[in-house]
């Protein structure tokens, strides 16, 4: 997607001064996506993130080729499901929040990392 | 000829379409998984799983369904829109590793690596399997030798360690040989079916023996280019890296009908729908199309087979979507012939050539106009959909669409076609 930016506003009533200050167009691909061929966008279902400013229908900007942070949000395979969810760091090692306590994100379990999330896609006005 | 100092790798994703599948299916990882050709006719990719309980490659969808049903095997209609994006993110990464790339398929290429030092090209290949993988959720092999015929070989014994690479560029004459000797001579890249049972006649079984034929006697008996294939597997490299796409000169659109269609408008919308997609396809290559064919027939497993055929040399060489359309109208209708069930139409471009090549002529007024609509239709559906403009033609009850039961849905490049995950 392009949108021009225009650096000048434009006022009405005579010739646009502003069309001579056209400079580029934002580019929201470039924004947003740093790595492009590692770069998922995936819809999320259900409010269980609300708390984490995500609901139902956002779209996440998914980055599979960086590493887990503190307070990050990524996307999890938990037990052979992929969900999103907040990550927690405590000793070198990362966490996710779960109804029966905090679980141990390890490469070598069923639950392991697929991507970070790096933008959420919120739709403010339908 | 000496042996050459090139250093080519061959990578290959495993089981690429079911590996697309399994992405974003987590559940699906150390299960049998399947996907079907067009119309779901025949098994096209196999998961380790599934080649184990003796699915065969190319077998009938309904001969596997007993192995299918006993073993729960997951089935999946071809994505091409998924395979396309996962093959273009994996190229892309290449890109980043080598200068030099054959794309030699959706799911291959060769790289020319023949600048690294020897000593680091198997953590090199180590490594860009390790990226792949992680970015793209892709397992690939990869092989690398001192020619592409080696380098095939490599990978298939890359295939089946576990790690996934395997290099002849550090290794010893005798550990390269010991591995031809274990590798059955029909399976060495260009030996075909007839030409395996013309060695295996002559107790030529493996590629060591086959590497040690007498030349003199292969391009005698054979062609140059198994010659070639031979000196290959010494080492001498005879198949250079084909970095530069070479022009086509045809392009083919044609597809099965999900049941069959007896009347024209059905099958006009078919054609016409099949001719935009070519359009669309030359363009995107730059190139324009002198002559076009409409074809259409009936199954040839039922009585009354027909295949009818009709040939069109268009008076100005042309990409244009109407002009293209207007042509194969007419050809389908003077061959269509009314009381058949036809079960296949499609279209074919030929006499491609690139667009410059042809320079302006009486007509080139008219046709500027109707270039630059195609150039807005194009763009309109890069940017919100295929299909969003087209010809009123190629409106109708799509009775011609394939069979996709058991497709995915999922296309990574597209956001309204977006993969979801679940809050929780």
Redesign the interface.
Known sequence: ?KIPLVLQKVSAGFPSPATDYVQDEIDLNSELIK????T???????????DHK?S?GD??VVD??LHLSKNCIA?I??N??????HIIKQQQHFYINHTTGKILIDEHSDINV?GVVTYIIHATYK | MQPTNNIIALVDCNSFYVSCERL?R??L?RKPVVVLSNNDGCIISRSNEAKQIGIKMGEPLFKAKPLIDKYKVSVFSSNYELYGDLS???M??LQQFASNIEFYSIDEAFLDLSNMNMSSVHEYIAHIRK?IL????IPVSIGAATTKTLAKVANHIAKKNNIGVEEFISKDQEYIDQALQTFPVEEVWGIGRQLSKFFRNGNIMNAYQLKHVDNYWIRKNRTVMVAKTVHELNGISCFPLNVIPTLRKNCCVSRSFGKTITNLPDLMEAVVNHCITAAERIRSEGLIAKSLYVFIKTSRFKSNYISRVQQVDLPIATNNTMELVHAASRALESIYVAGYNYSKAGILLSNLKPKDEYADNLFSHIRKPLDTVMNVMDEANN?FGKGAITLAAARGKHHYRIRRGHSSRID?SY?AM???????
């Open positions: 997607m790595n492009a061929p590692a998922f966008v995936i819809r999320v279902q259900g409010n269980s993130m609300n995500i139902n779209l996440l599979r080729s996307i395979n938990f052979n499901e992929l969900v999103v969810k697929w | 974003f987590p559940d990882k273009r993110r994996v892309k990464i990226i992680q970015w793209t959720g940017r990574t956001i977006a993969p979801t995950v679940r809050a929780f």
